[in-house]
């Protein structure tokens, strides 16, 4: 068999699987936006029509998102939107998100050098996007509704942890970061209407940089299990 026809064979697999791909990234995005709610319904044939593809791609994308527990299938009702996570889960949560995230400073602390430019450009971005959340939403004529401007600042948070565990070059805790970080998303949908800690972030996010900056070895450990410590604390009241 020729390579040409080896690639044709093998083309629609890669298609099919780009597609629902690509569905479950949009799906993910409604969980995200606020736009479906816990306990929401995520009827497949609706899914299907509004994102122009057939059912196939969606009931494969809500199996996959099952096993992130997004969503829940229920007995002759089809998949809803999972409930809002408990004190304890959060506790769950944030102890797993911990031991990834140390490990992940004490394996990047070797490729400081790399990182460091990295980082600094990820919390450049992330004090953009939290200025921009004070102007939209600190004015008594804040006109923000339909909640891009938290999904930046969030996305933005997110990156700038990621940068460090992607430095970790270890693929297998990346996969593990990514899982954990749809939760977090989720979990953040609760904060559109009340009160945000981008100061606290934003403080801690700087000392971070700061302690990889420093070139103490111990540093950034110290200022990411503070930056946890602070950000489970927060969490927890917001549950």
Known sequence: MSPKSTHAKESPLVARRALRDGVYDAILE?????STPPGASLGIDSLARELGVSPT????????????????????????????LTPRQV???????????????????DRADDLIPELQAAHARHVLAAHRVRKLRG?????????????????????????????TDNRFMVQMAESLSAHVHRMRQTVDHGTF????????????????????????????????????????DDA
Not at 30 to 34: C, M
């Open 30 to 34: 409604k969980l995200l936006d606020g």
């Open 91 to 109: 506790t769950e949560l944030f102890d797993a998100r911990t031991m990834l995230e140390l490990a992940a400073v004490e394996r990047a602390i």
């Open 197 to 236: 800690d981008i100061d606290q972030a934003i403080a801690e996010h700087t000392a971070i940089l700061a302690a990889f900056e420093s070139g103490d070895r111990e540093a950034p450990a110290r200022a990411m299990r503070t930056h946890l410590e602070s950000v489970t604390r927060r969490s927890l």
């Open 139 to 167: 004015s008594p004529d804040a006109t923000a509704t339909d909640h891009s401007d938290l999904r930046e600042y969030f996305a933005a948070d997110w990156e700038f942890h990621l940068a460090i565990i992607q430095a």
């Open 57 to 84: 791609p969606v009931r494969e994308a809500l199996v996959q998102m099952e096993h992130t527990g997004l969503v829940n299938r229920v007995a002759l009702k089809g998949y809803r939107v999972a409930p809002p």
